[in-house]
């Protein structure tokens, strides 16, 4: 293990994200939109949302421990989120209706009741953009083929048990 970990050393790191330097041949590129449940200096919990804390709505439990893991053991890069999805969720498009979640668990988000255009621009700015830069920016010098997003789910979701335990979900692009 620590000849795998001498490849996993940390390139660069903001408020949005952080990257794990890899090689530039590696067989696979790594990104993890959810890694954190950090409300970065300028935001907190208010008191209704703490019961998302550390839940699988603020983040996903356990998915950038694999994608350290996973980028040491393959000498990957890899582009980690440094905030909360629900801040903004760095795995949707600008356009998505839930890129600032409304309900979770069937109870408003007050972290996100009241985000006008001025909130709206300064998460995207601050947060989701700089994220997706860092992504671009890293892939293009990558020369392996495979972007792999590392994820983690509850095993019931907004009351539905889920039957799957592992997913894969994959889109290819010419």
């Known amino acids: 293990m620590i000849e795998r970990e001498k490849h996993l050393h940390l390139l660069e790191i903001t408020d949005a994200y952080e990257v794990i330097a890899g090689a530039p041949d590696a067989p696979v590129f790594l990104t993890c939109e ?29 998915a950038a421990e694999i994608t350290r893991a996973l980028a040491a053991a393959l000498r990957a890069p890899a582009v980690l989120s440094r905030f909360t999805r629900l801040l903004a969720d760095p795995n949707r498009p600008e356009d998505a209706e839930t890129l600032f979640r409304a309900e979770a668990d069937g109870a408003p988000v007050e972290l996100n009741r009241r985000i006008d255009e001025a909130e709206r621009a300064r998460r995207l700015e601050r947060f989701h953009r700089p994220y997706h830069a860092a992504i671009d920016r890293h892939l293009a010098a990558h020369r392996g083929g495979i972007v792999f997003s590392i994820h983690t789910f509850t095993p019931v979701y907004e009351g539905t048990r889920r039957e799957v335990e592992v997913g894969v979900l994959f889109d290819t692009q010419e």
Request: hydrophobic share 35%.
């Open 34 to 62: 959810h890694a954190s449940d950090r409300l970065p200096a300028g935001w907190s919990w208010p008191e209704a949302d703490r019961r998302l804390s550390g839940t699988h709505w603020a983040w996903d439990p356990g």
